[in-house]
């Protein structure tokens, strides 16, 4: 799987935007684009993924640049709640297997502020 | 609700004294799996379960046992625990465990402390 690259740390605003960065230049063309939270020492949540078309559920966006080396996780209105780590994940679509596990990196503290 | 359960959530043990720490999940999954959580370390997979009776190794299984009986269920067993499996424990299923089965379902985790 391909290796992520996010900044350790974010302040934002309570009520304002979160945009989340996440760098993963070696992605192959069968690899998804996955994003986990973790709240403080709870079990990690899944919010969403995408391969190369940008994506939004009920919790965030997902913007995924064309050549697919980046992409951003944006929650439009961020509230106090927010406030966890943020794990970017790539993984191939279909495996299975030993393969399935979830390779989680240190991830971004995003810190909401009031 | 649809959940991942452990327990206990909390455990204070000694070296050498064997310890079960139990998953349950209420949604039909097929896949189950263990992670565990250190510091400066991220989550690494223990050991998962892809169907009942069919277990396999994780990334660091050494020192665990795992089970899968039933469906629901999937403990982990430390046989002889020892203080470097000090840690936070977190079980986790899925739909099924290939890629058509996206998201998948933590529990609330365990944290366990071998003095």
């Known amino acids: 799987d391909a290796k992520t690259t996010q900044p350790p740390s974010m302040d934002c605003a309570e009520g304002r935007a979160a945009n989340l960065p996440c760098n993963h230049s070696t992605i192959s063309g069968n690899e998804y684009v996955y994003w986990y939270r973790q709240i403080h020492s709870q079990g990690p949540q899944y919010i969403i993924h995408?391969?190369?078309n940008n994506e939004t559920n009920e919790m965030a966006s997902l913007i995924i640049t064309e050549d697919r080396k980046s992409s951003t996780l944006i929650l439009p209105h961020a509230t106090l709640r927010d406030t966890a780590v943020y794990y970017c994940i790539v993984r191939v679509a279909n495996s299975g297997g030993s393969n399935y596990k979830l390779t989680f990196g240190k991830g971004t503290l995003l810190t909401v502020n009031p | 609700e649809a959940q991942v359960t452990q327990n206990p959530r909390y455990l204070i043990t000694v070296t050498g004294k064997k310890l079960t720490v139990t998953c349950s999940q209420n949604m039909n999954h097929e896949y189950m799996s263990w992670y565990r959580q250190d510091p400066g370390l991220g989550l690494r997979q223990i050991y998962y379960s892809m169907n009942v009776e069919v277990t396999d190794k994780g990334d660091v299984p050494e020192g665990y046992k795992v089970s899968r009986k039933e469906k629901r269920n999937f403990p982990l067993i430390l046989e002889s625990p020892s203080p470097n499996q000090t840690s936070l424990y977190f079980c986790?299923?899925?739909?099924?465990?290939?890629?058509?089965?996206?998201?998948?379902?933590f529990g609330p985790g365990t944290r366990l402390t071998v003095t």
């Open positions: 986790a299923s899925s739909l099924s465990g290939t890629g058509s089965s996206v998201e998948q379902y």
């Open positions: 995408g391969l190369k």
